[in-house]
């Protein structure tokens, strides 16, 4: 559902397009899409999740739905706010990789309604699309989102904590048989070339760390590529759909129990990316739930291989350093310890 069209986006060279930018209430420019061209200061990080509400706002109230208050649950790459009083929850992403566009945006979002959907209609805990809005991401002035069922959630409920890794198997063996059409390692293959191009010039990475990112990236592209590359470096290893960025993290607690959550990164791919940095007890627990669920257990070498591809993902974040400054710190325990280990060896 369109409610306006998208400027053109900024390119990864950080260079903006004025007919993206608007005017804080201190006077800087704040781009509306794209990459900002300077880290953004609280204060524009501030009017970023104001303009965001508030698009939520006119949007949800375009679809008729009752809106008396919002209220932001949560502000890093997506703004979360509920649509006080009806039980919905508006979901605007606003940390994007270089070079998405509007419609790359709209793509993952609608795929993430899909598969939500499938899962919930399947009986798995999962929140799901909101049943009184259309099932399709809206644009409201220049963001795109989608609006979920308002979940209640439980006292102890902490973003991001994780949960026993044996639900990764459970979300597996449910994810199986989904019927839709998903890319291949979508994380790695759609988003991760430009994160890397991007990086030219970050100052927490060093020449030899530059000179390594690309290294690796060209060893693990071949192979990681697509499905046909990938089976015939590991034939062993079966591909299906995949939650794609560590479902055993994306929960959330409620009253009745976890339910799974964030899917835009849905994609096909190994079980091993699902739980790519996580250790040797988060495959130990997911070995031991898989078996009596029919799975496979984890290949190790694969894992190996995974670690890496996603230990590179990591590095390439770094990119996204000027939309959301708070990662330069979250991302460095991750980028001493990338720089310790050894680049994976196919």
Excluded at 127 to 144: C, I, K, N, T, W
Excluded at 155 to 183: I, M
Excluded at 244 to 266: C, Q, W, Y
Aim: glycine share 6%.
């Amino acid at each position: 559902m369109i409610r306006t069209g998208f400027p053109h986006p900024a390119t990864c060279s950080g260079v903006e397009n004025p007919a993206v930018r608007i005017c804080c209430a201190d006077g800087r420019m704040l781009p509306r899409w794209g990459m900002p061209d300077a880290t953004l200061t609280p204060e524009e990080l501030a009017a970023r999740t104001r303009l965001a509400t508030e698009a939520a706002f006119t949007a949800a109230t375009d679809l008729g739905l009752k809106v008396e208050d919002t209220r932001v649950l949560h502000d890093v790459f997506s703004v979360v706010v509920h649509l006080d009083p009806s039980p919905v929850v508006a979901r605007i992403p606003v940390v994007l990789p270089p070079g998405t566009t509007p419609e790359d945006v709209t793509l993952r979002q609608q795929r993430e309604i899909d598969i939500a959907d499938w899962l919930a209609r399947e009986n798995v805990p999962v929140v799901r699309p909101s049943p009184l809005v259309p099932p399709e991401p809206v644009r409201e002035d220049d963001f795109s989102m989608t609006f979920w069922e308002l979940a209640d959630v439980s006292p102890d409920h902490s973003p991001y904590a994780g949960a026993d890794y044996a639900v990764c198997a459970a979300l597996h063996a449910a994810l199986g048989a989904y019927p839709g059409v998903l890319p291949f390692l979508g994380p790695f293959n759609d988003s991760l070339p430009a994160m890397i191009e991007a990086l030219e010039g970050c100052h927490l990475l060093s020449d030899d760390d530059l000179d390594r990112v690309h290294a690796e990236y060209r060893a693990l592209r071949p192979v990681l590529s697509g499905v046909r590359a990938f089976q015939d470096r590991f034939p062993e290893a079966d591909v299906q759909p995949i939650q794609g960025d560590a479902p055993s993290h994306n929960v959330i607690r409620t009253t009745s129990g976890l339910k799974f959550s964030d899917f835009e990164d849905a994609c096909l791919g190994p079980i091993e990316w699902d739980l790519a940095g996580h250790g040797p007890e988060a495959v130990a627990a997911y070995d031991a739930a898989a078996g009596p669920l029919g799975l496979r257990t984890v290949d190790p070498d694969l894992q190996r291989i995974m670690d890496g591809a996603r230990s590179l993902q990591m590095v390439g974040a770094l990119s996204l350093v000027p939309q959301l400054p708070m990662l330069a710190e979250g991302l460095a325990p991750m980028l001493e310890e990338w720089r310790r280990e050894p680049s994976p060896v196919l």
